[in-house]
């Protein structure tokens, strides 16, 4: 099982608002509603941002939302802050073993 | 308040075994699934393994099957990764996460580090 597949950097500018795509198959991020986002900064845990694909995790700002067509899932951050970079990895279930599967991560940078 | 807490990382040569230990706090442990989680250095992060909230249903990515073993202990409010013939590639940092119900993540320990390396 391949992973997810993200684009391995973003950039914006303060304010401004970015779209990181991942994109599976219908086994996983099309054929069922169990997508979710992690940011992730060097050195300490992931954090859940969003769930079931368009659900923002608790405290998670509405700055950061979450959405899916077809087989691409998408996490949008708008007005873009500072402490907004970091990693970020989508991640799936996948309905024909049952496992678990993340896409391989996006560096943030904001300029 | 939930908290996750890893333990039993270290230094393994390749061949050997380690048994990686989640304690569980703050919340009804036996009511939830519970995940391991990896980062290999420099890399994106790799779903290890699940077990369900009684640990009859397990299953591994492909990478650890029938090297790992998942388990836990309701009574102890824990969770625990067996790790046997241990390959340099195992070398990365193992998360303790519990399962929000349905296929996602929502606490996540600090982490323990795994080296393997003669």
């Known amino acids: 099982q391949s992973a997810l597949t993200q684009p391995p950097s973003a950039s914006g500018s303060p304010g401004q608002s970015v779209t990181i795509s991942c994109t599976g198959t219908s086994s996983d991020v099309g054929g069922y509603n169990y997508v979710s986002w992690y940011q992730h900064h060097p050195g300490k845990a992931p954090k859940l941002m969003i769930y079931?694909?368009?659900k923002r995790s608790s405290g998670v700002p509405d700055r950061f939302s979450g959405s899916k067509s077809g087989n691409t899932a998408s996490l949008t951050v708008s007005g873009l802050q500072a402490e907004d970079e970091a990693d970020y990895y989508c991640c799936s279930y996948v309905g024909t073993n049952k496992k678990i599967i993340f896409g391989g991560g996006t560096k943030l940078t904001v300029l | 308040q939930v908290q996750v807490v890893e333990s039993g990382g270290g230094l393994v040569k390749p061949g050997g075994s380690l048994r990686l230990s989640c304690a569980a706090s703050?919340?009804?442990?036996?009511?939830?699934?519970m995940n391991w989680i990896r980062q290999a250095p420099g890399k994106g992060l790799e779903w290890v393994s699940y077990?369900?909230?009684?640990?009859?249903?397990?299953n591994y990515a492909d990478s650890v099957e029938g090297r790992f073993t998942i388990s836990r202990d309701n009574a102890k409010n824990s969770v625990y990764l067996q790790m046997n013939s241990l390959r340099a590639e195992d070398t990365a940092v193992y998360y303790c996460a519990r399962d929000g119900k349905s296929w996602w993540f929502d606490y996540w320990g600090q982490g323990t580090l795994v080296t393997v390396s003669s």
């Open positions: 703050g919340f009804t442990f036996s009511d939830y699934y």
């Open positions: 077990i369900s909230s009684r640990g009859s249903i397990v």
């Open positions: 079931e694909g368009t």
